[in-house]
């Protein structure tokens, strides 16, 4: 079965800390991996994504690090805001050019002033 | 910009009532997918489609059918609605083929079933 672990559920840090989110896969059936940011009342929106060739992609404050051995990959929100504040969803497309994603159960982030 | 609508917002209905959750995107995209929501359950699949008429099961799709007649409209059916089912659901799009296609989601229907 073909499954995304995303840890932890539910994450606060202080303003100006760093935020991190974990995820792992189980099988190399996957291509893709992007992660998504939700608000409130609002659906999920790309954030950032990652190839499995390439260990690392930085988009402003948001980085992304994959760790093909260890089939893992991780965000880190650098500098964090309160505007932040939302939920956070790792994905993996499945190969085979259906674009289906199979995402994590997802990380509640709560950034305070 | 992309744009993905969803018929309601929220949407009250009873035990056993066919309902109907319409979704229409405006970019020509050629995939289109139903998910639902609940807490801690993350994103789970239910349809999704990559052509007109064209539809597969994704990894929940006991309860639900989907219909795809136009490119750009894209139903789900709960045939007899329980409360189970109870769920937010959130329809996206995407363009086929060329690399990385992004997932664009429309903003999600509340659904009770009472």
């Known amino acids: 079965q073909q499954q995304v672990k995303q840890s932890p559920q539910s994450l606060i840090v202080q303003k100006g800390g760093i935020s991190i989110i974990n995820c792992a896969y189980e099988?190399?059936?996957?291509?893709?991996f992007p992660w998504y940011q939700q608000f409130p009342g609002k659906g999920p929106a790309l954030l950032i994504a990652?190839?499995?060739?390439?260990s690392e992609k930085k988009e402003g404050r948001f980085t992304i690090s994959f760790n093909k051995s260890a089939k893992q990959f991780s965000l880190h929100i650098m500098d964090s805001q309160p505007g932040d504040s939302a939920t956070y969803f790792c994905?993996?497309?499945?190969?085979?050019?259906?674009?289906?994603?199979?995402f994590g159960k997802g990380t509640k982030l709560t950034v305070n002033p | 910009d992309v744009k993905v609508t969803q018929s309601s917002r929220y949407l009250v209905k009873r035990t056993g009532e066919k309902v109907f959750l319409e979704c229409v995107q405006d970019?020509?995209?050629?995939?289109m997918f139903w998910y639902r929501q609940d807490p801690g359950l993350g994103l789970r699949l239910i349809y999704f489609?990559?052509?007109?008429?064209?539809?597969e099961k994704g990894d929940i799709p006991e309860g639900y059918s989907v219909s795809r007649e136009k490119k750009e409209r894209f139903s789900l059916i709960l045939e007899s609605a329980s409360t189970n089912q109870t769920s937010m659901y959130l329809c996206?799009?995407?363009?086929?083929?060329?690399?990385?296609?992004?997932?664009?989601f429309g903003p999600g229907t509340r659904l009770t079933v009472l």
């Open positions: 996206a799009s995407s363009t086929r083929g060329g690399g990385v296609n992004e997932q664009f």
């Open positions: 099988n190399t059936a996957f291509d893709y």
């Open positions: 990652i190839r499995p060739d390439v």
């Open positions: 994905a993996a497309r499945v190969q085979g050019g259906s674009e289906k994603l199979v």
């Open positions: 970019m020509d995209h050629e995939n």
């Open positions: 489609s990559y052509d007109v008429k064209m539809k």
